[in-house]
């Protein structure tokens, strides 16, 4: 099937450090989607992206579609322990289509 | 509230034995999923539908089957075929459509495991 590129595969950081991970795709994407998982939990969707160029916020969770159409990437600043999770790219080819998801980032926060 | 809702959370099933995994949304949404994720490990596509009396199969079809009677409704069996069913299950919804973009809304999930 369809492959996104997530990385980094997994990221160990200080509390209070910014956060930033990204999905890249040799196809061209009309939708950039991000979510959480929570342990034990379904995915919840953070942030969606619409337009190639577009910078969203979310609190602190800032993410962008890439230019190219072909890339997303998501920020998170001032990370606190409650951040911890995998976080999800996902992809939608065109209208129509299903979503492709990325492989997650697996994020660990020390406090 | 609208939403989309997964039971049991916890599922046990005995080698050979087929089990059925629920699945219903309120949100009026066209389009169902089914995923399948392991330890450590990202979302694969096992089957979806679109419409009802219509599924498609996703990456990871051998061993699950599907019915989609009801639009709210979108269960899945993991049949005793399935050579290692124990995974966690997320089912999830979302719009579907020549003009719409596909945000998908995730249930909290069932784990199933074999004893």
């Known amino acids: 099937g369809q492959q996104l590129n997530q990385s980094p595969q997994s990221m160990f950081i200080q509390e209070g450090e910014d956060v930033s991970m990204n999905c890249t795709s040799s196809?061209?994407?009309?939708?950039w989607l991000w979510y959480k998982q929570d342990p034990g939990e379904g995915p919840v969707l953070l942030i969606a992206?619409?337009?190639?160029?577009e910078l969203t916020s979310n609190g602190r969770l800032t993410a962008q579609f890439g230019i190219t159409r072909k890339d997303s990437f998501l920020n998170i600043s001032a990370s606190i322990p409650s951040d911890v999770g995998i976080y999800f790219c996902?992809?939608?080819?065109?209208?129509?289509?299903?979503?492709?998801f990325g492989a997650g980032t697996i994020l660990r926060v020390k406090s | 509230d609208g939403g989309i809702t997964q039971s049991p959370k916890y599922l046990f099933r005995k080698e050979g034995q087929n089990v059925t995994l629920s699945c219903e949304q309120n949100?009026?949404?066209?389009?169902m999923y089914w995923y399948r994720q392991d330890p450590g490990q990202g979302l694969r596509l096992i089957y979806y539908?679109?419409?009802?009396?219509?599924?498609q199969k996703g990456d990871i079809a051998e061993g699950y089957s599907v019915s989609r009677e009801k639009k709210e409704s979108f269960p899945l069996t993991v049949t005793s075929a399935q050579k290692n069913p124990t995974a966690f299950y997320l089912c999830?919804?979302?719009?579907?459509?020549?003009?719409?973009?596909?945000?998908?809304?995730f249930g909290q999930g069932t784990r199933l495991t074999v004893v």
């Open positions: 196809s061209i994407f009309n939708t």
């Open positions: 992206l619409y337009k190639a160029g």
């Open positions: 949100l009026n949404h066209d389009a």
């Open positions: 539908s679109q419409i009802v009396n219509d599924f």
């Open positions: 999830a919804s979302s719009p579907w459509g020549r003009d719409l973009n596909t945000e998908a809304f």
């Open positions: 996902a992809g939608q080819l065109g209208y129509g289509n299903k979503l492709v």
